[in-house]
Nanobody, 125 residues
């Protein structure tokens, strides 16, 4: 019903930058909050940053001042600009979105949480 496709992960040296993108597709009526989470093997998934449809943002303390989340509502796409990357930022990064689909030609269905498959970010020299 809804696909979240992430891109932009990869290998970067400490102090470097990467930009993640996540595009939502499907019979989308509206997208509420979008965000990025990360998870290392054996650890719980943790919040990195979220952004509402109105542009209000929230960041984990560990990334404040280094990461910037933004979105393009017309494209149902969320971005994560990651600067000054550290080895401890190495994780699989997952996109999340609260999406309401069309329930009929003009009606909105309930909002449901969707997740992408993840993209690996490796920070290493």
């Amino acid at each position: 019903q809804v696909q979240l496709v992430e891109s932009g992960g990869g290998l970067v040296q400490p102090g470097g930058s990467l930009r993640l993108s996540c595009a939502a597709s499907g019979r989308i009526f509206s997208v509420n909050s979008m965000g990025w989470y990360r998870q290392a093997p054996g650890n719980e998934r943790e919040l990195v940053a979220t952004i509402t449809s109105g542009g209000n943002t929230n960041y984990a303390d560990s990334v404040k001042g280094r990461f910037t989340i933004s979105r393009d509502n017309a494209k149902n796409t969320v971005y994560l600009q990651m600067n000054s990357l550290k080895p401890e930022d190495t994780d699989v990064y997952y996109c999340n979105a609260g999406v309401a689909l069309y329930a009929g030609p003009w009606s909105k269905g309930p909002e449901t949480d969707y997740w992408g498959k993840g993209t690996l970010v490796t920070v290493s020299s």
